[in-house]
């Protein structure tokens, strides 16, 4: 950790959400224990620090963004079954939380952010923490083909329809964490690529994300 500061106060808080995560459901230790790790502080404006920080809600961060709840977080990647040196392919980098999440887990992160404050920011945030990220501007929906095939595809934000770009870029044996949906909720789908053309799909519950942009928005 380069600089920054992560006080007993914010340990104990971890704890305390990790816990709380616990008790909400989530039996992945090895991800309950990356939670208790990665300090979210850091992703938040200071002023906000020790009021939200370890609260298990979202957070505006700027850009018509949030920082997404540690549940979903926790639950979005315990469904990617991560392991060290797993390939992900990360849609919407956001705050840089989730990135920094799969990052302590071993993965190699591949991470796409449309909204270019954002991009600048997490890049040079996660830079500075140490994390080794392929931090990219541009369209989620069309996905990093040059770095395909990848073993998990996290979607961090809502999307309409389920991306057939991204559905070609999974590697066969694959996972895919999607919220689908173009309201205000979303249905959390885990999609596996069973065989090059064949796809299993499991809905998983109702959340609710920022949308999904396209350059066509723009």
Do not use: W
């Amino acid at each position: 950790m380069n600089n920054f500061e992560d006080t007993f106060l914010h340990k104990g808080k971890r704890k305390q959400l990790v816990e709380l995560l616990r008790s909400k459901g989530i039996t992945d230790e090895n991800v309950l224990a990356v939670i208790n790790k990665v300090p979210r502080h850091i992703y938040f404006d200071k002023v906000f620090h020790a009021k939200f920080a370890y609260d298990d809600v979202a957070f505006p961060i700027g850009a018509g963004q949030t920082i997404s709840q540690p549940f979903t977080v926790a639950f979005q990647t315990s469904l990617l079954n991560v392991s060290k040196g797993s390939k992900i392919l990360e849609i919407g980098t956001g705050s840089g939380y989730q990135t920094a999440v799969l990052c302590e887990l071993g993965a190699k992160v591949y991470t796409i952010e449309r909204q270019r404050e954002l991009y600048l920011k997490t890049k040079r945030l996660l830079h500075d923490m140490g994390y080794q990220v392929q931090a990219f501007f541009g369209d989620g929906f069309k996905g990093k083909e040059a770095f395909a095939p990848y073993d998990g595809i996290l979607i961090t934000c809502g999307a309409p329809f389920l991306p057939e770009e991204l559905l070609k870029q999974l590697k066969v044996g694959g996972r895919m964490v999607i919220p689908i949906g173009s309201g205000e909720v979303q249905e959390m789908t885990l999609v596996v690529k069973v065989a090059e053309n064949t796809f299993e799909q499991k809905k998983l519950g109702q959340f609710s994300f920022v949308p999904m942009l396209s350059d066509k928005q723009y």
